[in-house]
């Protein structure tokens, strides 16, 4: 890669890091895994930037590669997963810099399926349509839509547990 390409990759990273982050942190429901995400996103899209003719599609190619990557890393880790009789000590959320919505909205993405959250992340907060979230996870576009039906079917139930307290 040569100079100029270079200083223009670090200008797209600049640029767009927060908003990759945002949608890094939503498909993993965790801060450090995010910027790991985003970071291995990144060098593929450092690898691949000279090959990558249209500037305009950067985002919906990082977008990509972070799907991909994070869905080989929880098939990666569904088979280091074992079961046991002894619970693990659960790490406590630091809740001082966020509201009380955002964090409620975490764990309730954080009780969804990998593909489920996937495909939410994707539909309403990335904004992408039903068709072009099949393309993303080559999946039919019933696929998507069941898959989204169903999630937001059980955001809605654990919402109504989760906010039950406040009527």
Not at 7 to 19: G, I, L, M, N
Not at 48 to 57: Q, T, V
Not at 76 to 95: F, G, S
Request: hydrophobic share 40%; proline share 2%.
């Amino acid at each position: 890669m040569g100079a100029a390409s270079h200083d223009e990759f670090r200008d797209f990273v600049a640029a767009r890091r927060p908003t990759l982050l945002r949608a890094a942190m939503l498909l993993t429901a965790d801060r450090a895994d995010a910027e790991d995400l985003l970071q291995a996103a990144l060098a593929k899209t450092y690898l691949a930037w000279d090959r990558i003719k249209d500037r305009s599609a950067l985002d919906g190619y990082v977008r990509r590669a972070m799907v991909n990557i994070n869905i080989s890393w929880w098939r990666r880790r569904r088979l280091e997963e074992y079961p046991t009789d002894e619970m693990p000590d659960m790490p406590v959320a630091d809740h001082t810099r966020r509201s009380e919505l955002h964090d409620a909205l975490e764990r309730l993405l954080g009780r969804l399926s990998e593909r489920q959250r996937t495909a939410v992340v994707l539909r309403y907060y990335e904004d992408l349509t039903e068709t072009e979230i099949a393309e993303t996870l080559g999946v039919s576009v019933g696929t998507v839509k069941s898959t989204v039906s169903r999630a937001m079917a059980k955001l809605r139930e654990d919402a109504a547990q989760e906010f039950a307290h406040l009527d």
